[in-house]
């Protein structure tokens, strides 16, 4: 079946640091990726989506490039804020998105000041 | 424009008992999801809601079911409480863009 993997947490950085959460994915045919973020006491957002090979979502500073050949969606973004402090999750979706979105695990990502 | 709104935000149950979680999408959304966080996991997709008619299911046993209401909102019902049922279940609706907005969820307790 679909699922994804992505780095275990918490991961820890200094603001202005560059940020880099893995994502790795395993589906039949051919998905469209997400990246959701939960900021604490919130519900899950979508921060970016990429629906074909090569295709780089971006929003609010952060980007991930759609790779087939690699089975990869990893999330970067080049100067972190304390903002940014949130818990962010890498999914896809076949198909018509009938069996929903499979989520990866998260990775609680903590910036210091 | 108001969001997703779920309740209750919080409930306790014990083992054996029967829960109903409540879920109204945002206005014009024709399409609800439900989804279960167990902490520390991503969340696993349970039910899709479509006009009214159910359009996917996960890998969760019978005593889950869901429906859909003419106004579009939604409950979500477990019987034959487990303690592994303790988690966040999450209500997402949708337009027909397919993105999906997600409520703050209802956390569940089973002692």
């Known amino acids: 079946g679909d699922s994804v993997t992505q780095m275990e947490g918490p991961v820890t950085l200094s603001e202005e640091a560059f940020l880099t959460i893995n994502c790795t994915y395993t589906?039949?045919?051919?998905?469209?990726l997400f990246w959701y973020v939960q900021y604490p006491g919130e519900g899950l957002q979508l921060l970016l989506k990429a629906t074909k090979a090569d295709d780089k979502g971006s929003n609010k500073g952060f980007e991930a490039t759609y790779r087939k050949e690699t089975t990869s969606f990893h999330l970067e973004k080049g100067s972190v804020q304390v903002s940014d402090s949130a818990v962010y999750f890498c999914?896809?979706?076949?198909?018509?998105?009938?069996?929903?979105?499979?989520f990866g695990k998260g990775t609680h990502l903590i910036i210091q000041p | 424009d108001a969001g997703v709104t779920q309740s209750p935000t919080h409930l306790i149950k014990t083992r054996g008992q029967q829960v109903t979680l409540r879920c109204s999408p945002i206005s014009g959304h024709k399409s609800v999801s439900w989804y279960q966080q167990v902490l520390g996991q991503g969340p696993q997709f349970i039910f899709q809601y479509y006009e009214k008619e159910e359009r996917g299911r996960g890998n969760f046993p019978d005593r889950f079911s869901a429906r859909q209401f003419p106004n579009y909102s939604s409950e979500l019902n477990v019987n034959a409480l487990l303690l592994g049922d303790s988690a966040l279940y999450l209500c997402?609706?949708?337009?027909?863009?397919?993105?999906?907005?997600f409520g703050e969820g209802s956390r569940l307790t089973v002692l």
């Open positions: 999914a896809l979706k076949t198909g018509g998105g009938a069996d929903g979105l499979t």
């Open positions: 997402a609706s949708s337009p027909n863009t397919g993105e999906l907005f």
């Open positions: 589906a039949t045919g051919y998905p469209s």
